[in-house]
């Protein structure tokens, strides 16, 4: 998979690949190409590529084994890749979320943060358990009965 193959989706489909828009993304790949390096070796995916990578990894969240076989490089890149561009994306600003007082507050009337509350019923449930028999040791419903050995068969007569 690559930022190429990525471009014939349309909005839609981009966004329920990545979880992001477009214009957030290129908004992501410009803040990751600011904080690389313009020495040393290059490295095999672009900075598109990379971002792609880092929010199919978080968005899906497959392994990295996984994630590293469907852009074609080794575990060790995608690790890599994936620390890099969380730490460039966390240095820049526009990527912060509000405080917990900011959220309490609702000083965020102006609209720059668009929040969705999601409730979920957690509550503990009863749940049925097997009985234990009288030596409480196992349950009932695994323990077998033990056969008894035909006659002339070997161990029959353990005396």
């Known amino acids: 998979m690559s930022v190429i193959e990525v471009t014939e989706y349309g909005e839609q489909q981009f966004l329920r690949l990545t979880g992001v828009k477009r214009k957030v993304f290129e908004m992501m790949v410009e803040v990751v190409s600011q904080g ?9 995916l672009s900075v598109d590529d990379q ?3 880092t929010l199919c990894y978080w968005r899906e ?30 240095g820049d600003k526009r990527f912060h979320l509000p405080g917990k007082k900011a959220l309490q507050d609702g000083s965020l009337q102006d ?3 668009d929040l969705t ?19 409480g040791s196992t349950p009932v ?7 008894p050995y035909p006659e002339g068969a070997e161990g029959a007569n353990r005396d």
């Open 36 to 44: 690389q390096r313009a020495f040393g070796r290059p490295r095999k």
């Open 51 to 53: 971002v792609l990578l």
């Open 61 to 90: 969240y497959r392994s990295q084994f996984h994630v590293a076989s469907s852009f074609g490089v080794s575990e060790a890149t995608v690790c890599r890749t994936i620390k890099e561009v969380e730490s460039a994306l966390l």
């Open 111 to 113: 609209g720059s943060l």
């Open 117 to 135: 509350v999601i409730v979920v019923d957690a509550s503990e449930q009863r749940i049925e358990r097997p009985q234990k028999n009288s030596a």
């Open 141 to 147: 419903l695994l323990r077998q009965e033990e056969m």
